[in-house]
C-alpha cells in the first residue's frame, strides 16, 4: 500500500469519527424555550454599530420589539461612522424612552474598535444581563427572553445562541456553512462549557449574553482590547476566573446575514482567519488536517489513488463528510443539498482564505471597517 493510499484512509477515518461526532453534538446542543418566561431582571441590550445605516434600524426594531423583558434597556453606541448611522438610529429609536443613543469615544491605544465599543456600552449598562447585539441581526419576539433562560436555567456566565446565518450568493452558499459546521464538528460541546482548555471555546458576537458581574471578575472588556475574535476570547476569559460558557442553539431566535457576496466574505474573513489558527505553523497543520481528512477523499473518490479500494475509501470518507455537513445544516436551519455535496470545495475554499489571511496579516494589509488592524 503507498503512502496515498494511506493517508487516504487515515483521512476517511477521521472523516468518519467526524460525522458521528457531529451527530452527538447535534443531539446535545442546548435548545432554548419557545415559550420562556418572562425575564425577572434588568436586561441591557449592546449594540455597537459603525456605518451601519443600513442595518442599525431595523436590528433597533427587533429588539424593541421583544417580548417577555419588562425591564429592557437598548444602548446603541455610534462608533465614529460616516454614513449617517447615528441619524437612522434616532429615527428608528423615535423616543422610546427604552433606548440611548451614545457617541463613541476616540479609540484608545492599543484597544480594537469592537472591544474598545462595548467597553463604553457595558460601561453605562444598568443591567445584571448584558446581550451584545450586531446590528446585522434580526431578533425574533420571544429572542431575548430565551436567551436570557439559557443562561439562567443552566447557570452559564456566557451564551451564545448561535443565530440562523443567511447565505444567499453561491459564494456565501460555498462558505458559510463552514461556520456551525466547524464547531459542531469539532468541539465537545457540553465539555467545553466547563473547560477552561482555550482550544475548547466557541462563542459568536452576533448574539450573545453575559452575566454582567461575571463579566466584571473577567476583567471585562479590557481583557479582550486587542482580541480580533473577541467573542471567543471573552469566553476564554470568564472560563479562566472559574465561569462557564458556550455556544446553543439560536436557529429560531435570530438570522444574520453576515456578509454580502464573494468582495465582502473575502475580506470579512481575511482579518479573523488568521487569528483563528494562532500561528503560522498552526495554519499550516490547519489546512494540512483539513484537506487530508475532507478534501482528499473526494480526489480519491474521482481518482482511485492507485487502486480500486483506494476509489471506495474515498467514497467512504468523501460521503462521511458530506453527512457532517447535512447534520449540522439540518440543526442549524442552513440549507443541506444540494451545498453539502460541495463540502470538499468549501473546506479547500476555506483553505485559501486561512493562507490568504495570513499573507496579509505579515504584510500589513488587513483593514476592517477604514480601521487597520495590527
Same mark, same amino acid.
Given at each position: ?94 423616543? @422610546?424612552?427604552? =433606548? +440611548? #443613543?451614545?457617541?463613541? $469615544?476616540?479609540? !484608545?491605544?492599543?484597544? *480594537?474598535?469592537?472591544? %474598545?465599543? &462595548? ?14 447585539? @450586531?446590528?446585522? =441581526? +434580526? #431578533?425574533?419576539?420571544? $429572542?431575548?427572553? !430565551?436567551?436570557?433562560? *439559557?443562561?439562567?436555567? %443552566?447557570? &452559564? ?17 460555498? =462558505? ?199
Amino acid at each position: 500500500m503507498s503512502a496515498a493510499e494511506r493517508l487516504v484512509r487515515a483521512g476517511s477515518a477521521v472523516a468518519v469519527v467526524v460525522a458521528l461526532h457531529t451527530a452527538v453534538n447535534a443531539a446535545l446542543l442546548r435548545r432554548p424555550l419557545t415559550a420562556p418566561p418572562p425575564v425577572a431582571e434588568r436586561v441591557s441590550v449592546l449594540l455597537p454599530v459603525r456605518d451601519e445605516a443600513h442595518q442599525v434600524g431595523g436590528a433597533l426594531a427587533a429588539a424593541l420589539a421583544s417580548t417577555g423583558v419588562p425591564d429592557l434597556e437598548v444602548l446603541v453606541l455610534d462608533d465614529g461612522s460616516r454614513d449617517g448611522t447615528a441619524a437612522t438610529a434616532r429615527d428608528a429609536a423615535d423616543g @422610546d424612552p427604552r =433606548v +440611548r #443613543l451614545l457617541t463613541g $469615544a476616540p479609540l !484608545a491605544p492599543g484597544w *480594537l474598535g469592537k472591544p %474598545h465599543a &462595548l467597553a463604553q456600552l457595558a460601561a453605562a449598562a444598568s443591567g445584571s444581563v448584558l446581550v451584545c447585539l @450586531d446590528a446585522d =441581526v +434580526r #431578533l425574533a419576539p420571544h $429572542a431575548l427572553a !430565551a436567551t436570557v433562560d *439559557l443562561l439562567r436555567r %443552566h447557570r &452559564l456566565d456566557l451564551v451564545s445562541p448561535y443565530p440562523r446565518q443567511l447565505a444567499l450568493t453561491p459564494a456565501e452558499r460555498l =462558505v458559510q456553512p463552514l461556520l456551525q459546521w466547524s464547531w459542531l464538528a469539532t468541539l465537545p460541546l457540553r465539555l467545553a462549557e466547563r473547560s477552561a482548555r482555550p482550544s475548547l471555546s466557541a462563542a459568536n458576537g452576533q448574539l450573545m449574553a453575559l452575566d454582567a458581574a461575571a463579566l466584571v471578575r473577567a476583567g471585562g472588556f479590557a481583557a479582550v482590547k486587542s482580541e480580533v475574535l473577541d467573542d471567543v476570547a471573552l469566553v476564554r476569559a470568564i472560563k479562566a476566573v472559574g465561569g462557564r460558557g458556550g455556544v446553543a442553539d439560536g436557529t429560531d431566535l435570530a438570522t444574520c446575514r453576515m456578509y454580502d457576496g464573494w468582495p465582502a466574505l473575502r475580506d470579512g474573513y481575511a482579518k479573523s482567519l488568521w487569528s483563528a489558527s494562532g500561528s503560522p505553523a498552526g495554519a499550516a497543520l490547519l489546512v494540512g488536517l483539513l484537506g487530508a481528512v475532507f478534501v482528499l477523499p473526494a480526489v480519491a473518490a474521482l481518482t482511485g489513488i492507485g487502486s480500486r479500494s483506494g476509489r471506495w475509501v474515498g467514497v467512504l470518507g468523501y460521503a462521511a463528510g458530506v453527512a457532517s455537513r447535512v447534520i449540522a445544516a439540518r440543526r442549524t436551519g442552513g440549507r443541506a443539498w444540494p451545498d453539502a455535496l460541495a463540502h470538499p470545495v468549501s473546506v479547500a475554499v476555506l483553505c485559501g482564505l486561512v493562507v490568504r489571511s495570513w499573507r496579509l496579516r505579515r504584510s500589513g494589509g488587513l483593514s476592517w471597517k477604514g480601521r487597520a488592524l495590527p
